[in-house]
């Protein structure tokens, strides 16, 4: 009898996508078959497509683009099976900040998604105002 023993390679990925609706689906599409790839548990992969979604979301909705109206999203997945997301834009009026919605509100929960789903998560910012970059970590889950 051969045992073989296998390692996770991290996994590392980062594109520019319109500031838009459009971006977000792409970016999506690409974050979840590269975490598949890379062998990540669906939940993993369920859980880090939300928060990707709703970074890219409230991008679209607070901040300006980079250059040529993107912004960038990238992802990282370590051997330990976590998942770094982060996306970056050209900033907006404030930094990013949890809210605390009425019930009956529209919007304004997308920072609580991602509190609650992420291990970690932060604002980077070089200078004010400018590019800002907000990330989350998720931890992962070997698969069974």
Do not use: K, Y
């Amino acid at each position: 009898m051969t045992l073989v023993a296998t390692q996770q390679a991290a996994t590392t990925s980062t594109m520019s996508v319109p500031h838009g609706p459009s971006g977000v689906g792409a970016a999506r599409r690409r974050l979840c078959r590269d975490l598949r790839d890379g062998g990540a548990t669906e939940s993993v992969i369920d859980d880090a497509a939300l928060v990707l979604s709703e970074l890219l979301s409230n991008s679209c909705r607070h901040a300006r683009a980079l250059a040529h109206e993107e912004v960038r999203a990238s992802w990282e997945r370590n051997d330990r099976g976590d998942v770094t997301i982060s996306v970056t834009d050209g900033g907006g009026p404030t930094l990013p900040a949890p809210a605390t919605p009425s019930v009956t509100a529209r919007g304004g929960r997308g920072l609580a998604i991602i509190r609650s789903l992420a291990r970690d998560w932060g604002v980077r910012a070089e200078a004010f105002p400018g590019p800002v970059t907000v990330w989350a970590v998720l931890a992962g889950e070997q698969p069974a």
